[in-house]
């Protein structure tokens, strides 16, 4: 009878991209600390789309400026592949809500001004390049030289997108992007955006409000309980496949039971 020879095939520790371990944020008052979160943990995977919600108050875009270094840490640490973060980087892209164009520049421009930053030591080429590539991604080849107060609110936020991916992050931080934008242009973006992100796979995380695009976005939607004091109320995984098609989706049964559970714990 052969014997085992007891050997165990071990399996690579999967490292999280993006972690946050006991993290809290406090504003001093004068009638003590206003804890926003508190020891809130939490990990993503690497090329991991994660999209949170919450009311209004519970400390989601404070939880996304602390992961940008643009808002201090109270307690506990926020590491990007295993380091702790010391501030603000360009491994971690930042798309606002509004895009925060200079306006006297370019479409190109406002897109070079970063890309050069990142990448000095690029050839202009190069670093032109770069830029044109993810502009045509997002539809704007025709656009490159028209100064930023003359694009549309959507077109500005298509540059806001090109910038973030010309800048090659790790991790594309979205903080509710489409939210000033109407319906249609809204769809479309979203559909602009995944496309990218399908073939980059950067990790994503991503505040929204909006329930149906949390949904059709997201691999995990994080569900945030009220503050003061807000932590980690729910988590749902959204099982389905990519890339995604917005009718198939809606059209999914199990669309709505996605639905009724991200609402029934908002309404709570």
């Known amino acids: 009878m052969k014997q085992s020879t007891g050997t165990a095939i071990v399996q690579p520790r999967r490292v999280p991209m993006l972690e946050m371990r006991d993290l809290t944020k406090k504003y001093p008052t004068p009638k003590g600390d206003y804890v926003v979160l508190e ?14 919600i919450g009311h209004s108050g519970c400390g989601k875009t404070t939880l996304l400026t602390m992961i940008a270094g643009l808002n201090e840490i109270s307690d ?32 190109l421009e406002n897109v070079l001004l970063g890309v050069r930053q990142v990448f000095p030591h690029g050839t202009k080429k190069e670093q032109l390049d770069i830029c044109k590539y993810y502009l045509n991604r997002v539809g704007l080849s025709e656009a490159l030289d028209r ?9 500005q936020q298509r540059v806001g997108i090109a910038r973030a991916f010309a800048l090659k992050p790790k991790i594309l931080l979205l903080d509710e992007p489409f939210g000033m934008l109407d319906s249609l242009t809204r769809a479309d973006l979203q559909d602009v955006l995944l496309e990218i992100w399908d073939k980059e796979k950067i990790t994503a995380l991503q505040i929204t409000h909006d329930v149906d695009e949390a949904i059709f976005l997201a691999d995990r939607v994080i569900m945030m309980t009220s503050g003061p004091r807000a932590q980690i109320g729910d988590i749902l995984k959204i099982e389905f496949k990519r890339p995604r098609d917005r009718k198939s989706i809606l059209n999914h049964p199990d669309y709505y039971h996605y639905r009724k559970h991200l609402i029934d714990f908002l309404e709570r």
């Open 147 to 155: 100064k930023a107060n003359q694009l549309s609110q959507g077109m």
């Open 39 to 52: 020891d809130l943990q939490l990990k993503i995977m690497p090329e991991e789309f994660v999209s949170i």
């Open 76 to 107: 506990g640490d926020i590491l990007v592949n295993e380091l702790p973060i010391l501030g603000p980087g360009p491994e971690r892209a930042v798309i606002f809500q509004a895009p925060s164009l200079f306006p006297w520049m370019t479409t």
